[in-house]
């Protein structure tokens, strides 16, 4: 019985949604569109990658960091570059003074073993040096590690040299740069039960800096011919997702359609019903068009200006050949429009009716039963 029951409620809410064009489509101006910042994206099928989350930290490549350091001791002459500068592989960074004999003493000039940015300075003008002490780092850091720390349980899904993340960086604007999985760390973290995952990535422009908090969509399957839209396109409450969808007929008009979700990565969430390719959907400001519609052109005027003649107030069209009527010339076959709405209207009738009998039927069988 109760399956019964949420079949007629679902039954007549359908009927519901059918005739409330007008209570489900916000028209504006094209100042209102400019106002609101819209903007639409072409609903197609594409491919829809699953993804994990997960967060991590810039990391130096190990075989890229250099170490400046003096063959024979002596105290520092003068410092040539600076934490922070940029240096050509063989360029002079310090001079060294040797303690040999001379008048003066041999200065001895020591240069970039790589071409990078100059880390770590430990040296000041004047301080003894020795041959067995660091004075100076150099990193290459055109290309980076990014170390994600993946839950455990995603490990056996991850393959080095072929799976790949969208890494997105918050210190350099968000943008998001393309990894390639090098490898998996050598043992797991048994207090988070993570792993580390690294991968490689570009950084010609010099923007990442080691320990920077990066933020990894790593790609676990990919599925082809999927509807998807930006996830910024839903609205409404998890049990009752709608989008907004630009009118096929009426300028500056966009319809609130319901939909069916399926998977979702950081970026885009997968459409199972709702739409159809090449529906335009709103992408930016669907939030604020919930808002929007009061005080701006009714649906009626929309239509009127649109078609060339008179509606109704709800848009249906004014039958009986009233004012503002026309003829099959204009190209709009109402008359047929009206027949397919009529027909689905007669379809939702009669199944409430067969419904509501097979719920008395329930009931009376139920209560003979129950006798």
Not at 123 to 131: A, F, K, L, S, T
Request: proline share 5%.
């Amino acid at each position: 019985m109760a399956t019964l029951l949420w079949l007629l409620a679902g039954t007549l809410a359908m009927g519901a949604e059918g005739d409330g064009r007008e209570a489900n489509t916000v028209i504006l101006d094209e100042y209102g569109v400019r106002n609101l910042g819209i903007e639409t994206a072409t609903a197609e099928e594409r491919s829809f990658e699953e993804t994990v989350f997960a967060i991590g930290r810039v990391e130096e490549i190990p075989s890229r960091h250099a170490v400046v350091s003096s063959r024979v001791p002596g105290r520092i002459a003068s410092i040539e570059a600076y934490e922070g500068d940029a240096v050509a592989a063989d360029a002079v960074l310090v001079k060294v003074e040797s303690r040999q004999a001379g008048d003066p003493p041999p200065v001895l000039s020591l240069r970039a073993p790589i071409s990078g940015l100059v880390g770590t300075s430990h040296i000041r003008v004047g301080e003894p040096v020795e041959p067995d002490r660091e004075l100076l780092d150099v990193l290459d850091l055109s290309r980076v590690w990014a170390v994600a720390r993946v839950p455990e349980h995603y490990a056996g899904s991850l393959e080095n040299g072929r799976t790949r993340a969208r890494i997105r960086v918050p210190a350099t604007g968000g943008e998001a740069f393309e990894g390639t999985l090098l490898r998996l760390g050598t043992e797991a973290d048994r207090e988070s039960g993570t792993i580390d995952a690294i991968f490689e990535i570009d950084n010609s422009r010099q923007r990442m800096r080691p320990g920077m908090r990066a933020e990894f969509a790593i790609v676990t399957a990919e599925h082809a011919n999927v509807i998807s839209v930006p996830a910024g396109a839903l609205q409404g409450p998890p049990e009752r997702r709608v989008v907004y969808v630009k009118d096929y007929d009426l300028p500056n008009a966009f319809v609130r359609v319901p939909v069916q979700t399926g998977l979702r990565n950081e970026e885009s969430v997968e459409i199972l019903s709702g739409l159809f390719p090449g529906d335009e959907v709103v992408t930016q400001g669907a939030y604020l068009l919930g808002f929007a519609g009061g005080g701006g052109v009714s649906l009626k005027e929309a239509l009127d200006a649109a078609h060339g003649h008179e509606h109704n107030a709800d848009g249906s069209e004014i039958s009986g050949g009233s004012a503002g009527g026309h003829s099959e010339k204009d190209g709009h076959h109402h008359k047929e429009e009206a027949g397919v709405f009529g027909g689905i209207n007669r379809f939702l009738a009669i199944s409430c009716g067969v419904l509501l009998v097979l719920l008395m039927l329930s009931l009376f069988v139920r209560r003979k039963g129950g006798a």
